[in-house]
Nanobody
């Protein structure tokens, strides 16, 4: 089993930056691809970014490409999401996930964190 805990969310203004962290415990996540998803009120959970096991490959949703950066530190069992130039439409609960398939589909991820709220005011 893998337990994931997100942190770093908060209330910011448009144009600001935030860095989310996802700390894993239990089994090591070095063999798992790590993804970030988000869910706004009344909307389905949507893909944000994924990073491969080694960190050598990344994939972003078009809506965040060029503004967000996903990274990981396998030695510390932690993944990160650096979010720059935040927009009000980025407001959502952000979830970290781990899984064995490198996909943008939340259904293929095996482990999920509890989420952290990100609110961007205009």
């Amino acid at each position: 089993q893998v337990q994931l805990v997100e942190s770093g969310g908060g209330l910011v203004q448009a144009g600001d930056s935030l860095r989310l962290s996802c700390a894993a415990s239990g089994r090591t996540v070095s063999r798992q691809h790590m993804g970030w998803f988000r869910q706004a009120p009344g909307k389905e959970r949507e893909f944000v970014a994924v990073i491969s096991r080694s960190g050598g490959n990344t994939w972003y949703a078009d809506s965040v490409k060029g503004r967000f950066t996903i990274s990981r530190d396998n030695a510390k069992n932690t993944a990160f999401l650096q979010m720059n130039s935040l927009k009000p439409e980025d407001t959502a609960v952000y979830y970290c996930a781990a899984g064995g398939i490198y996909r943008d589909d939340p259904r293929v991820y095996d482990y999920w964190g509890q989420g952290t709220q990100v609110t961007v005011s205009s």
